[in-house]
């Protein structure tokens, strides 16, 4: 089942949370920074020890604090524009992180709106990525949320939801 809600990702009771992390794994503002704050410093250290995550690709690690088993960070692309192959390191890092939740043995999994805040990806366009992925696993869990932080991209979520563009599923 694949749901939309809107929510804080950090109170999701799931097997497994994604953080919209940067390269270094050190942590940083909007999601990166509320996740790390809520799950406490053992996933800081966790972090440390793994050092980096390439644009595109996705690590794990216990959830601390968190009501979450785990946490898949994984490393979204900045907007330029679209003209430096954006789209497919967007749909690369939501497919590594269903392939890492997958292999894992995670059965529900939660995820914000990777790359749409201080990376500037256009909300509408990653949406859709976001969802399209969403579908491809759909059948390898029981429950794949994204967890809109304002009411603006939950908007963007249940239209793309609603009518069914470019997403082949009904909501």
Same mark, same amino acid.
């Given at each position: &089942? ?10 999701e ?10 390269e ?6 909007? #999601? ?8 406490g410093?053992?996933? &800081? ?72 805040? #201080? ?8 949406? &859709? ?6 579908r ?10 994204? #967890? ?18 470019? #997403?082949?599923?009904?909501?």
């Open positions: &089942m694949i749901i939309a809600k809107r929510g804080d990702i950090t109170r009771d799931v097997d497994v949370i994604v953080n919209a992390a940067n270094g794994l050190r942590g940083g503002g909007g #999601v990166d920074g509320a996740i790390h704050r809520a799950a410093s053992s996933v &800081m250290e966790a972090c440390r020890k793994i050092g980096h995550c390439a644009t595109g690709d996705a690590v794990i690690t216990p959830a601390g604090k968190l009501k979450a088993r785990r946490i898949i960070h994984t490393v979204g692309p900045v907007w330029n524009g679209g003209k430096s192959g954006e789209p497919g390191l967007l749909r690369d890092a939501y497919r590594t992180s269903f392939r890492l939740a997958k292999r894992e043995g995670l059965r529900s999994i939660a995820f914000p709106a990777i790359s749409t805040g #201080v990376y500037g990806y256009p909300k509408k366009e990653a949406a &859709m990525i976001a969802l399209a992925a969403g491809e696993f759909e059948e390898d869990f029981d429950e794949i949320r994204f #967890v809109c932080f304002s009411v603006g991209d939950l908007a963007i979520y249940k239209d793309i939801l609603n009518s069914n563009t470019g #997403v082949g599923f009904q909501p």
